[in-house]
């Protein structure tokens, strides 16, 4: 008996280690196509590049924790197919592997720039420590200019870390605003002010045509109203996409990204979908989401590893997310829509503060800055499906740590 | 090199010697030392990386958040709690000897 588990990022990882904790006895077969001892990937767009930053990736666990788990951890293995008939794995120069139950944990890549130029060398992803060690040199040199394509949240951490450093940043986007599709509109425009104040220059309702260049290196940006941005180097955050191919070959159904039901399986039996590349069903927020956070990684991976030990478990657990931008620690609990109902505590002006979003008189989700009592506070009560009233959050006397506290004492935690 | 033993809740010990500007919980994960999750990666952000630091240790002042999460971790924060990503080798102490709670989640 076995489990194979393609990916070793934050959920694959996490889930050989709960396949463990659940009391899972057989064997594990954990594959990465990097090299790498798993790493964390969240660093690589902030301490990691910053001036003096970590001198090596973070890793997810020791190199003994693989071992000490009975945990077969084999990286540099590339899996090119999957064959759900036969419950077999193929690799790339090497003997197929067997399974009796498979995670795919294969994560995403960077969305790449489909235009004219997107071959000049400058062009720049950042979604492996290989990336981020590229622009690490670019940043180490202290100045030069950049323009990052796409102000969400990779794009715009670089950004911050990169105008810190001395560097000349303009940073362009389509949408209206900074990380449109996951914030208030608000917090948001917070956003828009931070990175000004950074000296960013930000322009929006400006896609991307195409990139200019001179012997083979890229030399300006050009946006689609007309304009030219001249730069040395150009950063692509334009999101991710998740590999369908290996998946659909293996017949499992995709839909930008791979079909899960809530108990994280696929429509294929014993073969199960977690992580970055996984969409399920969410009570939560009705309809398929799928998301790009440690969160989700690990707690699918938790998740499914009870349902493969035996004790079947659905996923439906309030999200949470954060990001580092400048001085600025945001943290998310829940979801935002633009056009929830936004009720904020605490005074932006002191630069803490927390916005409080309600649809339909339901608190749905919490955007803090700089304030992590409050992100912790929001997490408890929207896991206990605890929600405040407008009117205890518009009331500024009102003790919500204290009212979280006696909820995680006083309710009983479902496990 | 700065050294960092690290008492788990069990009674087993690991200690480990690292390079000046790490910090106790990059430390921990490097150096294959359970009871440390660092789920933020260091960033002040998730009180996964609580420490309980033994003895008379001279370390700088907590910081405002740091402060804040400390009243977050998962088992009780007591006097000697710290955030094992703000306690940085070299710049914080050159040996150190700190407590693993039962729970970082
Ligand atoms: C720069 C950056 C900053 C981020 N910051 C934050 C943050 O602040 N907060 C937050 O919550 N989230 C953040 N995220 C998102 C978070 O890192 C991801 O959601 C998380 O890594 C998803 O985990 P995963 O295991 O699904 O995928 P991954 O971590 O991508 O792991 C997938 C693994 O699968 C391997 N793989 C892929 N295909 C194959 C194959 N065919 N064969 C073998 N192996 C394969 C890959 O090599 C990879 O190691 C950030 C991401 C990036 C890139
Ligand atoms: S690693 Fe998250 S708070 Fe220290």
Request: hydrophobic share 40%.
């Amino acid at each position: 008996m076995s489990t194979v588990i393609i990916g070793a990022g934050h959920a694959g990882v996490q889930a050989a280690e709960s396949l463990r904790t659940e009391g899972y006895a057989d064997r594990i077969v954990l594959l990465d196509k990097a090299e790498h001892l798993p790493y964390q990937r969240p660093p690589l767009s902030k301490d990691y590049i910053k001036a003096g930053g970590d001198p090596a990736p973070l890793p997810l666990r020791g190199a003994a924790f693989y071992g000490e788990h009975d945990i077969d951890l084999r990286t540099g293995v590339e899996v090119v197919r999957i064959d759900s008939q036969a419950q077999l794995v193929f690799v790339k120069g090497g003997e197929p592997i067997p399974y009796n139950e498979l995670i795919i944990a294969a994560g995403a890549e960077a969305r790449r720039a489909h235009c004219a130029g997107n071959g000049l060398e400058g062009i720049n992803y950042l979604r492996t420590v290989e990336d981020a060690e590229t622009l690490r040199a670019q940043l180490d040199r202290g100045y030069g200019r950049v323009v990052v394509v796409g102000a969400g949240f990779i794009g715009l951490e670089f950004a911050a870390v990169a105008a810190q450093r001395g560097l000349d940043v303009t940073v362009i986007d389509f949408a209206q605003r900074p990380m449109q599709r996951v914030l208030s509109p608000s917090m948001s425009d917070y956003f828009t002010q931070v990175h000004t104040d950074l000296g960013v220059k930000l322009h929006f309702d400006e896609g991307l045509d195409h990139f200019v260049g001179e012997q083979g290196r890229v030399t300006a940006v050009a946006g689609t109203s007309g304009v030219t941005y001249p730069c040395d180097f150009a950063v692509v955050g334009l999101g991710v996409v998740t590999d369908e191919d290996l998946a659909a070959a293996g017949r499992i159904e995709c839909d930008r990204g791979i079909l899960v039901d809530e108990y994280l399986s696929t429509n294929v039996p014993h073969v199960y979908a977690i992580g970055d590349l996984a969409v399920f069903p969410s009570h939560h927020f009705g309809g398929n989401l799928r998301l790009e956070s440690v969160q989700n990684a690990t707690d699918m991976a938790k998740t499914v590893a009870k349902t493969i030990a035996g004790n079947p478990s659905r996923y439906d657990i309030a999200p949470w997310f954060w990001s580092n931008q400048g001085p600025v620690k945001l943290q998310i609990a829940g979801l935002a829509d633009p056009a929830d109902v936004v009720i904020e505590r605490g005074n932006r002006s002191t630069g803490k503060f927390s916005q409080f979003l309600f649809r339909d008189g339901q608190l749905v989700a919490v955007e803090s800055v700089n304030a992590p009592a409050d992100h912790v506070a929001a997490r408890k009560l929207l896991e206990h499906d605890a929600g405040i009233t407008m009117e205890q959050a518009r009331d500024h006397d009102f003790d919500l740590k204290a009212y979280a506290r006696n909820l995680s004492s006083s309710a009983m935690t479902p496990s | 090199m700065p050294k960092i033993t690290y008492h788990h809740a069990g009674g087993a010990t690991d200690t480990v010697e690292v390079p000046e500007g790490t910090s106790i919980m990059r430390a921990a994960l490097s150096n294959s030392v359970s009871g440390i999750i660092g789920e933020c990666g260091g960033q002040t952000m998730c009180a996964t990386c609580h420490v309980y630091v033994r003895g008379d240790v001279d370390l700088p002042e907590i910081s405002e958040e740091e402060d804040e999460m400390l009243d977050c971790t998962a088992d009780d924060r007591l006097n000697n709690s710290r955030l094992g990503c703000r306690v940085v080798a070299g710049r914080d102490f050159g040996e150190i000897e700190v407590d693993l709670p039962q729970s970082q989640n």
